[in-house]
């Protein structure tokens, strides 16, 4: 291969780039330390969206003995927009299915909230996504997250070089809170799961409609300030049908037959990241993540329930993040 | 006028007291004229909730940098016939903030590296925070309350920042026709409208030369207020479809069904149903006079 003395200037400056960019990220800027010494995660066997969802559940959570009686519990999906025909939501029937285990397992109240990050019409995506009907058959109380209360607060990870964010008090004050993703892969963070998720706590009241700020202070880095913040306790992710390829709004769908359960966000996203066939290592929030919020090593990830099997193919992903797809794995196929 | 709150202003839930600037800025557009004692103290609060700088901060206790509602407060007060040195200072914080893509370094770097969403950061308008690009619904008060202002008094760098405003948001049209936030096309993928902020984005064209742009995205309202039935979203398409002469007795019958069968605690909400109400009575609070 020949190079010319452009192309060496131009990779020698990249590489520098990325070597300081990977050296600011290495960092410690975190005040908060919640890595257990192992992480437990559930991978659940899910056909369909169906009323069993509730039966598939139940089984599952019993895997964690979670204590959840006097507790109030809040269960954040991940609720973009409603496009019919798309599978951009976390599936209401998931949804609905975990506010009725957490009541059985004994939780004082079970709340969904969302602040989606470009509707600004929340009431129209629960309209029109069916949640508004589910919920109502539940007599579950849903929070607009854009428009809770705000309580600044000062944040727990400084990657971002934020102080502080203003947040929604229904978050801050939630014994337990429950991120539920939709897995999906993301054109500018390479992956949506539960760590990005939380997102959607940051209230769109102060931040706008999308929350601008986060892309400028850099996703990843928002991420983790994010999650230092406001701790996620428990993961519910519907990888039932995932997205691929342009995602978060315009990708494909992608069946899995799967939900993922665990005690650690971190856990959890490597392990869909590993069943997307994409090697979570190479996603800068869940390897910066695995130093303070969770693990993200198999040796310390108790799999409860199957085990993980990658796809015959990986996830389609935009150009600038096919260097997720793990090495060694098998092409994708057009 | 029950969740009025004792300091003048409104919040967004009616379960809090946290006072924030958009209800209150609807609120006081919603109110009727003989309500003269709230509409007094809503003009109070977001006399008092004025940054030093002349912007408006989205809640009161929020910081001192301005935000993407200072055109929708200062249009309320406008038309409440608020005029001084408060609005003269809101309207020159309008005439110096801009989208973070009209300054050359992001402007490059929109231009050379960062392409997947399809814009041209020439043309800009209001962010929603200091630091961060244009977008839609700030971009779309901003003009609102500019084309109010110059009613009231011609200046050259209002008029620059109108057309600028103007621009972007035709830059930024989804292709079916109509706005989203402000993302048209990422990645090559057309991305869809929202009916809400379509509204609004029409209401500040209003007396533009006719073009396409307004053509094609009022069909687009149309055709997607047939199945709208959230009442935030429909008040908005009632408001902007009447401020364009399209028939919309239907759609405000639909919205008088929707909000007697549903609890609204949403005030921002239940200020755009009850100007899109009120509008059933000849009276739209968007139909004003300005010029372009």
Known sequence: MKLDRRTLLTA?????????????LNRPKYHVTRRQPRSRVAILRAESYSRHLGTILRSGLELFHLDLRGKSVLLKPNLVDYIPGSHINTHPLLVCAAVECFRRLGAKNVLVGEGPGHQRDTELVLLESGFREELRQLKAPFVDLNRDELI???????YTGMKQLWLPRTALEADFVVSMPKVKTHHWSGVTLSMKNMFGVVPGAKYGWPKNILHWKGIQESILDVCATVPVHFVIADAIVAMEGNGP???HPRPLNRIVLADDPVAADATCARIMGLDPTRITHIRVGAEFLGNVSTERIDQLADVVSPPASPFDVVPEFQYLWVTGSAQRVS | MKRQLPGGGWPFSGDTAQT??????????????????????????LIRTQNPNGSWPPFRGDDEGGSGLTGLA??????CCVEGTMTSRAVQWLIESRGWESHWPWKWKFRISDRHVRFNPDKFGWPWMVETVSWVVPTAYSILALKHFRGISQQDPVQFRIRRGVEMLYDRICPEGGWNAGNGIVYGFSLAPHPDTTALALLSLLNEPPNDFITTSL??????????????????????????????????????????NAEVND??????????????????????????
């Open chain 2, 267 to 292: 005030c921002a909400t239940l200020a755009v149903v009850s100007l899109a109400l009120r509008r059933a009575t000849g009276d739209n609070a968007f139909r004003v006079p300005h010029e372009t």
């Open chain 1, 249 to 251: 709004l315009s990708g």
């Open chain 2, 20 to 45: 924030a600037v958009e209800p209150t800025a609807l609120a006081l557009l919603a109110l009727p004229s003989s309500s003269v004692r709230e509409r007094d103290a809503a003009i109070g609060f």
């Open chain 1, 12 to 24: 020698s400056l990249g590489l520098a780039a990325g070597a300081s960019t990977t050296a600011l």
């Open chain 1, 152 to 158: 600044v607060t000062p944040l727990r990870a400084t």
């Open chain 2, 219 to 260: 069909g687009w309202l149309e055709r997607r207020a047939e199945t709208c039935f959230a009442p935030w979203s429909l008040a908005w398409t009632i408001l902007a479809l009447d401020t364009f002469g399209r028939p919309t007795a239907l759609l405000t019958d639909r919205l008088s069904s929707v909000v007697d």
């Open chain 2, 74 to 79: 200062l249009y309320a007060l406008t038309c």
